[in-house]
């Protein structure tokens, strides 16, 4: 009875693990939201991470989180450390590529809960009088990642936070006096 409960547990793990493997490697999560005014108001708001406070959903999720900055204050070259509760985790993230009114690319490290890497990049497209914001998250996930996929709706729990950033920066974007685009 024993070998025949063993047996079983080996079945059911080679099973799991075969399902895991082949659960897909990249993963991208993209959200968008049009927003009143000039792609170079929404744009300011994304290439200086001093100005994330006011619209980044994880700020409301951990106010005292210890935030730190370095390198230039915005543009290609800054940085934005984090270390907050188990909400926000902690991390890194460094504008690797700015262009004024047209988009910004990040490098996201995180460290915990758990390491990982991923790119983000948000992306300004004028719409006459208004800019569609389009904030993009991908990177590839490791045995780990692809067996909390599993379980976790990952691109509804972090693409809803998008949703949040996104209409947080939409408030900030219009009550300000609107940049020209150059």
Same mark, same amino acid.
């Given at each position: 009875m024993f070998k025949k409960i063993l047996i079983g547990l080996l079945v059911? =793990?080679?099973v799991f =693990?075969?399902?895991?493997?082949l659960q897909p490697t990249d993963f991208s999560v993209k959200r968008s939201l049009s927003m009143a005014g000039p792609a170079a108001t929404a744009f300011e708001q994304?290439?200086?991470?001093h100005r994330w406070e006011s619209w980044s959903p994880w700020v409301k999720l951990d106010p005292k989180a210890k935030l730190t900055f370095d390198g230039p204050t915005e543009g290609v070259g800054a940085k934005f450390q984090w270390a907050g509760n188990s909400d926000?985790?902690?991390g890194q993230m460094t504008i690797k590529e700015s262009?004024?009114?047209?988009?910004?690319? =990040?490098?996201?490290?995180f460290t915990e809960p758990m390491a990982g890497k991923c790119e983000t990049?948000?992306?300004?497209? +004028?719409?006459?009088?208004?800019?569609?914001?389009?904030?993009t998250m991908s990177g590839k996930n490791n045995f780990?990642?692809?067996?909390?996929?599993?379980?976790v709706d990952c691109d509804k729990m972090v693409g809803d936070q998008f949703v949040v950033g996104l209409e947080n920066m939409k408030k900030v974007v219009e009550k300000q +006096?609107?940049?020209l685009s150059e």
């Open positions: 059911v =793990i080679l =693990i075969l399902v895991v493997a994304v290439n200086d991470f926000v985790g902690a262009k004024p009114s047209e988009q910004v690319r =990040i490098d996201l490290d990049l948000f992306t300004f497209q +004028p719409e006459g009088e208004k800019t569609l914001v389009t904030w780990l990642g692809k067996a909390m996929s599993l379980f +006096p609107q940049v």
